[in-house]
């Protein structure tokens, strides 16, 4: 029996060699190509976020006025945060894919976790984005009876609590190296605590609002109950964003395919562009309908009344202080001027117009709900 020659062992091997190479090519090619669409997609939707974060920059220095600007300068500190962290995850996506391709190998960037920098970012605009949905919650349900306030508020807090430790144990699997093979089943816990703290807020702020809604329609009307449908909408549109891709971002990685990456690129400018959308809204004046909702207190005068105001019918009333001005009917809200002042979500400004000031304010459910 004669054995194998180098020569014909050289080549086998070589053979062998070129196959394996050949695969992982091949491998590395449709990998960098669902990344660099990732990067696509992320820059078109940091595109957005650019406009959103320019057009609410605008409207809050726009609308500042009065007792709202400390609101306001909070508001526009947290949408530069929010398009900071989108800048940088469009900076290091576009950074990362350049050395892939140069290099032709895989960077850490494009593993499972990415690499720490990225990891950072997500975490960062995840908590920020879920922060002020759960912040918007724990608002909106300040009117509502002590018993049921602590139990939103105990609920709030818990899932402030989850998001934080799902959040900082998928940072230290990218930090601590003990770590690092705990990591796809940490982020399946940190994307999936997301997906249950928006669905749970979400039906929260829907439920209150549309709880709200009947009321006012059974004591004023139907057609009162057109702002609070308005809301809801915005507050679901909004949700709406983060729950689909961080759906669709969860299944990708429970399948281990290839698009997780570029669905996790994406993911960031998501949790950006969420939170942008509804103070976009907001200080567009969207979010109501200003011929319901608007309170006017002619000359600065306060109404002097008892303690959570009334609501009373007045079919003919020219010379009321402080009403609510609709086509058919006046009704007119009795409210102090220091309790429309302190009330959540108010825009403030003066008109000077005929040497006369007016005060007009636009409030949103828990301004009318203290009113009620």
């Not at 650019?50 to 526009?76: D, E, M, N, P, Q």
């Amino acid at each position: 029996m004669s054995s194998a020659s180098p020569t014909t062992t050289a080549i086998t091997a070589a053979a062998t060699t070129a196959v394996a190479g050949g695969a992982r090519s091949r491998g590395f090619q449709i990998f960098l190509k669902f990344w660099t669409l990732g990067v696509i997609l992320s820059s078109i939707a940091y595109g957005i976020a650019f406009t959103l974060f320019a057009a609410c920059l605008y409207l809050l220095k726009k609308t500042s006025a009065g007792s709202r600007k400390r609101v306001h300068y909070a508001l526009a500190a947290y949408i530069t945060l929010m398009f900071a962290l989108s800048t940088i995850s469009i900076v290091s996506g576009i950074s990362t894919n350049l050395t892939a391709i140069t290099s032709q190998t895989i960077p850490r960037s494009l593993s499972l976790g990415g690499s720490s920098p990225d990891a950072v970012v997500i975490v960062l605009a995840n908590w920020a984005s879920d922060g002020f949905l759960l912040w918007r919650a724990s608002v909106l349900y300040e009117g509502v009876t002590k018993s049921r306030r602590q139990a939103v508020y105990a609920l709030i807090i818990f899932m402030l609590i989850s998001q934080f430790t799902s959040g900082t144990l998928y940072l230290c699997s990218n930090f601590v190296k003990r770590m690092q093979k705990h990591e796809r089943p940490i982020f399946v816990a940190f994307a999936s605590t997301t997906l249950f703290v928006n669905w749970v807020i979400t039906g929260l702020v829907v439920i209150r609002l549309l709880v709200f809604r009947s009321k006012v329609r059974k004591t004023l009307g139907n057609v009162y109950g057109s702002p609070y449908t308005g809301i809801i909408s915005m507050c679901v549109e909004s949700a709406a964003l983060v729950i689909l891709f961080a759906t669709i971002f969860l299944t990708l990685n429970l399948l281990k395919l290839n698009p997780f990456s570029f669905s996790r690129a994406f993911l960031v400018h998501i949790y950006v562009i969420a939170p942008l959308l509804i103070i976009y809204r907001v200080a567009q004046g969207k979010a109501f309908i200003t011929n319901t909702t608007s309170f006017y207190s002619q000359n600065g005068e306060n109404s002097q009344t008892r303690s959570g105001g009334a609501i009373r019918f007045n079919t003919h009333h020219p010379h009321t202080t402080t009403g609510v001005s609709t086509q058919a009917t006046r009704i007119e809200v009795n409210v102090t001027h220091d309790e429309v002042k302190k009330a959540d979500n108010l825009t403030y400004y003066d008109d000077m117009e005929m040497g006369t000031r007016k005060d007009s304010y636009h409030v949103d459910s828990k301004d009318a709900a203290r009113a009620y």
